[in-house]
Nanobody, 118 residues
């Protein structure tokens, strides 16, 4: 059974930083792409960042480019999202996901809340 467990969310002031983690189990982590998505209240879920199986290729939404950094540690079955220069509009529930490629995700975590105060 595949499980993805996010952690690291919380309340932070604008301009601050948070580091999200997503621990994976139940499948060979290093074989799969990993992504981060977010959903704000009243809005649809949106793509934030993704990386291929090795982490050698990473992709970001324009809204977070230059502020967020995705990385993965295949030895620890964990993917990270370092979020700097946070803005109130980054407030959302953040989800990690695992998939066979960068565009199709078949397992999702339960989400972690990120709240950025102005």
């Amino acid at each position: 059974q595949v499980q993805l467990v996010e952690s690291g969310g919380g309340l932070v002031q604008a301009g601050g930083s948070l580091r999200l983690s997503c621990a994976a189990s139940g499948r060979t982590f290093s074989m799969y792409a990993m992504g981060w998505f977010r959903q704000a209240p009243g809005k649809e879920r949106e793509f934030v960042a993704a990386c291929n199986w090795s982490g050698g290729s990473t992709y970001y939404a324009d809204s977070v480019k230059g502020r967020f950094t995705l990385s993965r540690d295949n030895a620890k079955n964990t993917v990270f999202l370092q979020m700097n220069s946070l803005k109130p509009e980054d407030t959302a529930v953040y989800y990690c996901a695992s998939g066979r490629n960068l565009y199709e995700y078949d397992y999702w975590g339960q989400g972690t809340q990120v709240t950025v105060s102005s």
